[in-house]
């Protein structure tokens, strides 16, 4: 039996390019180091799954992925949610636990760092992630701001009518200005019949959603500089970057993180070409706490997800989820995730077993185990596992005991955290925040030109018929300096409405 289980699992496991090595079978409580368990490079745009319970070794199977990939010269985007995930800037230090296991799978373990750019959703933790109101959209601002259908409805006929007019709305100041223009005065008399009513309770509404939103201390997240996504490509000596998003300051916040990196994969999803069949993917994207994204999502906002993740793997872009149950995941998306990584399930009560079942059936049949039972059985560092192979069949399901990371598996001390910011270029070009000629702006603009014009039209007649040969405020506006400046094409991702290219922008700073 031992012969045909490594025999089996060495057919399955048979990549021709370039890999990841994952750990060895195991069998009978027994570890094979022949059994060798590997995903090939080239199926990792076919997305994964990485699930189980909390202390079951997930978080350091995503180190593990992580520095394997940047090894092979792929960049990496992952979140720290615990904040200890900075380590892999440094090499790890062997001991004899890790000797132990290395020995086990017949591997020699050889500590190694790898190159970390840090970033943050506040800016005190790292480069500071931002994006502009617009390129975040009316379906994914609706969702941190707990909108109704009505009042989604709403936030889309702003979005609307700020791109037909040219208005970039960059930050919630942008944003608080349009509702209030529109939702009374002649800004209403001005949507009326192309855009419909917006109810002064609804606006009302919308308005302290905002409000909310800037309590929670958010703010910055939205404004320019925005982050460009060209920066999650970058190599150092062939190495992909991996760059960390630690939100660790914000885990209170849990929608409001989960959303922000939805919301940089449907960027990435608009901007990047096409890129056929590859032989290693272009980048690849973690979502943790994945659940986070789907938990009380409208019908919209999961056919959007969907969406991405059918098509973003056609631009070399693989996206592998992380959760504790893989029942947190929708079953659309769930069944495009070819690659599968399943901790121990722990089976305590009734919703438990059902879970652990429904996982189970998830799994292609296995003569060597009993997986229901296997599966509450699994240690720490252990694993389920079943891929898709160059040809894109899933292969044998194995038990799997992991490799170690070969970084750091913790935190870099407060100094060493310093250091690497301070040497980071990234983190300079997104420290400042920068204001541009926006939504805010304009529109106190026009409402001031408005507020003149109608003066004069009431002093003579005279103002009256020459106001009628005046350009209108709005065309006036745009073929000003300042017109010439915004009257570009905006770009936000899938979840906008507007789709394009960011040109050059020149900026002042606040």
Request: hydrophobic share 40%; glycine share 8%.
């Amino acid at each position: 039996m031992k012969n045909k289980f490594v025999e089996a699992i060495r057919k399955s496991y048979a990549p021709k390019g370039s890999f990841i090595y994952l750990g060895a079978g195991i069998l009978n409580n027994e570890i094979l180091a022949d059994a060798k368990v590997t995903i090939s490079m080239k199926m990792m745009n076919r997305h994964g799954l990485v699930t189980g319970a909390t202390g079951s070794g997930k978080t350091r199977t995503l180190q593990l992925l992580a520095e394997q990939l940047s090894a092979e010269g792929v960049p990496v985007f992952m979140p720290d949610m615990k904040g200890d995930l900075s380590g892999m800037a440094k090499e790890g230090v062997t001991n004899a636990r890790l000797e132990e296991r290395a020995a086990a799978l017949g591997i020699e373990f050889m500590p190694s760092s790898f190159p970390l750019e840090l970033y943050s959703l506040s800016g005190k933790l790292g480069g500071q992630m931002r994006a502009t109101v617009t390129e975040f959209g009316p379906v994914l601002l609706s969702k941190i701001m707990d909108l109704n259908e009505v009042q989604s409805g709403v936030l889309s006929v702003i979005f609307k009518y700020a791109d037909d007019k040219k208005l970039p709305i960059v930050d919630l100041n942008d944003l608080k200005k349009v509702l209030s223009y529109l939702s009374e005065g002649e800004g209403a008399n001005e949507i009326k019949d192309d855009y419909g009513k917006i109810s002064s309770v609804t606006a009302g509404t919308i308005l302290r959603k905002i409000v909310v939103l800037e309590q929670k201390g958010v703010s910055q997240l939205f404004g320019e500089k925005s982050f460009d996504i060209d920066d999650l490509f970058q190599k150092v000596d062939g190495r992909g970057v991996i760059s960390l998003l630690n939100v660790s300051d914000v885990q209170h916040q849990p929608v409001i993180f989960s959303t922000f990196m939805l919301a940089l994969l449907a960027e990435l999803y608009q901007k990047l070409p096409e890129a056929g069949d590859l032989d290693k993917p272009k980048l690849i994207f973690f979502l943790d706490e994945a659940h986070l994204l789907f938990k009380d999502a409208p019908k919209a906002f999961l056919s959007q997800i969907d969406q991405v993740i059918r098509l973003i793997r056609s631009k070399g872009v693989g996206i592998f989820f992380c959760t504790q149950l893989s029942q947190d995941v929708p079953a659309n998306v769930l069944s495009q995730l070819g690659n599968r990584i399943h901790h121990v399930v722990r089976a305590f009560t009734p919703n438990d077993v059902k879970a652990l079942r429904e996982t189970v059936n998830s799994f292609p049949k296995s003569e060597f185990y009993d997986i229901e039972k296997q599966f509450t059985q699994l240690g720490t560092g252990q694993a389920f596992i079943t891929v898709l192979d160059e040809k894109g069949i899933p292969t044998e399901t194995v038990a799997t005991h992991l490799a170690p990371p070969v970084s750091v598996m913790g935190p870099l001390n407060e100094d060493e955290y310093q250091k690497l910011l301070d040497q980071s270029d990234l983190y300079k070009k997104y420290k400042e925040a920068i204001d541009p000629e926006s939504a805010f702006e304009l529109l106190s603009r026009k409402m001031e030109l408005e507020q003149v014009e109608e003066r004069e039209t009431r002093s003579t007649t005279k103002k009256q018929s020459s106001r009628r040969e005046e350009k209108s405020a709005i065309e006036e506006m745009m073929t000003s300096s300042v017109g010439k400046q915004v009257g570009r094409s905006l770009v936000r991702g899938i979840f906008g409405m507007l789709f394009g290219t960011t040109p050059k922008r020149t900026y002042r700073r606040r």
